[in-house]
């Protein structure tokens, strides 16, 4: 016989209509699957099951119950099915009562003491094995003759085979497939009818939905994600997530095409949805060594009506402390997109410093004009101009003129999966910034390379080992020729945990960090999900500073600790503690730290 294959997703759709109001005379029962030693069978059973879901939420009466009772067997067909028991039946009978017993009657049902205790009883049968499997209109998809005739199993076939025709760049590809269970042989023959379609590269992007920003902006930013690429999925989600992150959308859902253009290319429409372009933030935290932190902040992400986004921010922090180590910023960011028609990001960013940190004080201006742009999929380079207008010191020194400009220059490989929760890929980052101290006459070059993958033991994302490394040297110049704001430190939440922040390196004669030319770091970090939301993670942070600038560290420091993770819609949430298994001067028994996303 010829039939539509069940699935799991057919199990979830199935809905009965749920009871407001308990039915005058309604039963309480109670019932369970008898188990048939097949833990999958079972647990479908479990979910599938009308007369479980509804005991709770919909009481009812003995006519109710016993018809409930009555279509339970149909009800539990298409789970026997998905896991290849086509000719598996089940039947529900009162608890206790000897095998074969019928169904209980309304009229029975009506004398029973409440709850009344059901069972549900299952006769799997012979689970049917795949016989002959066909494919037309392409290569065969891959299914084995013998296997179980599972529901499960036939799906997930037939979705490989699209998700690698659409990775091939098809994004037309369809297929339908045809199943005939043969009950005298137990077995199932399925023929899939393939269309895989033809390879297309990206048509222009379509925006839809804006109101106060220019749609071309829009536009452009997804066009930069598209191009003329040859479709992908990937590269989809990619301009949804870049429409995202331009800030004036609250919402962005991508609508493919079902046809090719004219010229054979393969539309995309974003439809966004505006949010408030005008936003106010505030943050407080508490530390115990530094005391209370706050910070307030004002957004606008549509300036001009061009995209553009101005923060202007505030904070002020250690006001558990005397005032004089009290620290304070006011900065200002500001990002417009495709300057001049430029197909890129200006970046300036200007601040008011007063730092009071464990390894130096500073007041100072602090400014810089990046031009950021996209190269390919995964390189972001950007260069400018920086400077600094200001004094800095060792903590509780004198303060001394600390005047510098700086060519900043940076580029950035990123092909992880997630922002916040990556299991795997590569990110690169590479820092040179080419400087010159107006007060000390000095030219140097604070170079830094950074990397980090992730590895998916498991393909689920569920278990993952995280590696970093870091290594950076100070060119042309010694560590204490150079302003201590510039120098390297190590130390910290996401440098090496179980350390203060900065306090790893060098230190002057009295115990004070006074920084470095030269930092290495290291980092190994396994993860685990525990359940849907939470996990734990267990880790290794190795780094040290030193003198000279090809000469990263003469006394390396290492911390160990474990953390837990609350995952959630936007990131994780974590937690990890700490302890240093290396001591140096000034540091704790142990540290915590606390923030959204990993440490790296």
């Known amino acids: 016989m010829a039939l539509a294959l069940p699935g799991a997703s057919r199990l979830a759709a199935q809905e009965t209509p749920a009871f407001s109001d308990a039915l005058p005379g309604a039963l309480p029962y109670r019932t369970t699957v008898v188990p048939t030693g097949i833990e999958e069978l079972d647990s479908l059973l479990q979910a599938a099951s009308p007369l479980i879901r509804l005991q709770e939420r919909a009481p009812t009466d003995a006519l109710g119950l016993a018809a409930r009772i009555g279509a339970e067997p149909d009800r539990l067909r298409p789970a026997f099915e998905s896991e290849g028991f086509w000719a598996g039946q089940a039947q529900v009978a009162l608890a206790g009562s000897p095998p074969g017993s019928p169904p209980p009657t309304a009229e029975q049902l009506a004398t029973l003491p409440t709850p009344i205790a059901l069972e549900i009883r299952s006769t799997p049968g012979t689970r049917y094995t795949l016989r002959s499997i ?16 599972r529901a499960e199993t036939v799906l997930a076939a037939e979705t490989a085979a699209l998700t690698t025709w659409r990775a091939e760049g098809r994004p037309l590809a369809r297929v339908e ?177 007063r730092e009071r940190l464990d390894s130096y004080d500073r007041d100072a201006i602090t400014a810089s004009i990046l031009y950021e742009q996209r190269f390919g999929r995964h390189w972001t380079l950007s260069a400018g101009p920086t400077g600094e207008i200001g004094r800095s010191g060792l903590p509780g020194g004198p303060l001394r003129p600390s005047n510098m400009v700086g060519f900043a220059t940076q580029a950035r490989f990123d092909n992880t999966n997630s922002a916040l929760d990556p299991t795997r890929g590569w990110r690169l980052r590479f820092d040179v910034t080419p400087s010159y101290s107006l007060s000390r006459a000095q030219a140097y070059v604070p170079v830094r390379a950074t990397a980090s993958t992730y590895i998916d033991f498991q393909g689920t994302g569920r278990t993952v080992l995280a590696l970093r490394g870091s290594l950076g040297s100070l060119l042309n110049a010694e560590a204490e020729d150079v302003p201590v704001a510039q120098r390297f430190f190590a130390g910290g939440g996401g440098s090496v945990r179980g350390y203060g922040f900065q306090t790893i390196g060098p230190r002057d004669a009295q115990g004070r960090p006074r920084g470095g030319a030269s930092v290495i770091e290291g980092s190994v970090e396994l993860r685990q999900r525990f359940g849907s939301n939470l996990g734990g993670v267990a880790f290794l942070d190795a780094g040290g500073v030193g003198l000279e600038p090809f000469t990263p560290t003469d006394a390396l420091r290492v911390g160990a600790g474990v953390g837990v993770r609350y995952y959630t819609a936007f990131g994780p949430v974590r937690a990890d503690i700490a302890m240093p298994l290396v001591r140096q001067p000034g540091s704790g028994n142990f540290g915590i730290y606390l923030g959204i996303g990993h440490a790296f």
């Not at 066909?134 to 005739?149: F, K, V, Y």
């Not at 003329?228 to 962005?252: K, N, Q, T």
């Not at 922090?317 to 430029?342: D, K």
């Open 134 to 149: 066909n494919t037309e209109g392409a290569a065969p998809i891959l299914l084995r003759p013998g296997q179980p005739a």
């Open 177 to 353: 497939r045809r199943v005939t269970v043969d009950h005298g042989a137990a077995a199932m023959d399925v023929t899939f009818l393939a269309a895989p379609g033809p390879r297309a590269t990206f048509a222009p992007p379509s925006v839809a939905g804006t109101v106060a920003v220019n749609p071309e902006v829009a536009q452009r930013v997804a066009a930069l994600r598209l191009r003329s690429w040859h479709y992908s999925p990937g590269l989809v989600a990619e301009a949804r997530a870049d429409l995202l992150a331009l800030g004036p959308f609250g919402a962005v859902r991508a609508e493919e095409g079902t046809a090719l253009d004219a010229e054979g290319r393969f539309p995309v429409t974003f439809h966004v949805t505006e949010r408030p372009f005008r936003a106010l933030t505030a943050t407080a935290a508490y530390e115990t060594n530094f005391g209370l932190a706050l910070t307030g902040a004002w957004e606008h992400r549509n300036l001009f009506g061009n995209a553009e986004r101005l923060r202007v921010e505030a904070a002020i922090s250690r006001l558990g402390e005397s005032y004089e180590r009290t620290n304070a910023r006011l900065s200002a960011s500001y990002r417009q997109p495709f300057p001049m028609g430029f197909p890129g990001t200006l970046v300036v960013n200007t601040a008011v410093l």
